[in-house]
């Protein structure tokens, strides 16, 4: 007697929301909120990874008013350290990287998973970030921070996109990268990409990883029919962030770029850096000492020791 057995593959659930908190549980806490208030029509799961906080308490009190996955870290693993810690514990189809200073005030992950699974080649989404008053921010999404970037003076990505594609910029569009604050990924295309990385302390995260998502043959897409609150800053206030931005953004450059095209912009670096050194020297001299040191950005990093 043949007896046919037929399995029925259960789906894992639709999206994974990762959130790092580092000393600001009360910010975490009110995104978690914000998310069980207004996501409906799909499944989810929070994960919050704790980067070794003082406050770590607060996390722990509100498991008992609200559903979400503590990860506690030993060190402070950093914005991509800590996402990425978060990943390996993600279950979903899709990934939600959070900033936990963000709040929602609409259903937009229903959006934005409806968006991905119509378009299978976009493998990031990024949305409207706003101000508590509404006020839109200018960086919700940019361009890369490359040679043409800085020989060009491409600072204005509003302008810039609007213009590439002759367009008021309503409907979704592809750029090359959205801010860190929000960023929808499929989880087989930031797999593929190889994820957030972990040796970036802090800046440029998104960068890194949607460089190497076009590699792959994804592309990143705003969406600027859904928007969240981003709390700007108040995630990262306690940290000396000067060294960290042109530390990061150096290493990205010359982990994803050629030898030239990183000594050539590294030239170019040296002399604005140089220059903005004489008139605001508190400001801009440890930047131009980094960049003219050259080797290894990362040794100069905050998480050197670590």
Request: glycine share 6%; charged share 20%.
């Amino acid at each position: 007697m043949l007896v046919l057995f037929i399995f029925t593959k259960i789906n894992p659930m639709d999206i994974s929301i990762i959130i790092v908190n580092y000393n600001s549980a009360k910010y975490t806490l009110n995104c978690i909120d914000s998310i069980y208030k207004f996501t409906i029509g799909l499944s989810f799961e929070i994960i919050v990874v704790d980067n070794n906080s003082n406050d770590i308490l607060s996390l722990e009190n509100h498991l008992l008013k609200a559903k979400f996955k503590l990860i506690k870290s030993e060190q402070n693993l950093g914005f991509g350290g800590g996402n990425h810690l978060g990943y390996l514990e993600a279950k979903g189809r899709h990934l939600a990287f959070v900033n936990n200073d963000a709040e929602l005030t609409e259903n937009a992950l229903l959006k934005l998973l409806d968006y991905s699974q119509s378009q299978p080649k976009v493998g990031c989404l990024g949305l409207k970030q706003v101000n508590e008053k509404g006020e839109h921010f200018k960086y919700s999404f940019r361009q890369f921070i490359d040679l043409n970037y800085h020989l060009f003076d491409q600072k204005k990505p509003i302008k810039y996109y609007s213009k590439l594609y002759n367009s008021d910029l309503s409907d979704p569009f592809t750029v090359d990268l959205v801010s860190g604050a929000f960023m929808f990924f499929k989880t087989e295309a930031y797999e593929s990409a190889g994820g957030f990385d972990s040796r970036i302390f802090l800046f440029y995260e998104e960068m890194d990883v949607c460089l190497r998502l076009k590699k792959k043959g994804y592309v990143t897409q705003f969406y600027p029919k859904a928007s969240f609150i981003h709390y700007m800053g108040k995630s990262s206030s306690n940290v000396a962030l000067n060294r960290e931005f042109i530390v990061s953004y150096l290493y990205v450059i010359k982990k994803n770029y050629s030898t030239f095209y990183y000594q050539f912009l590294r030239f170019i670096l040296i002399t604005k850096y140089g220059i903005k050194s004489i008139f605001k020297p508190k400001k801009h001299f440890v930047k131009f000492k980094i960049i003219l040191k050259g080797g290894d950005p990362l040794r100069f990093s905050m998480n050197a020791s670590n």
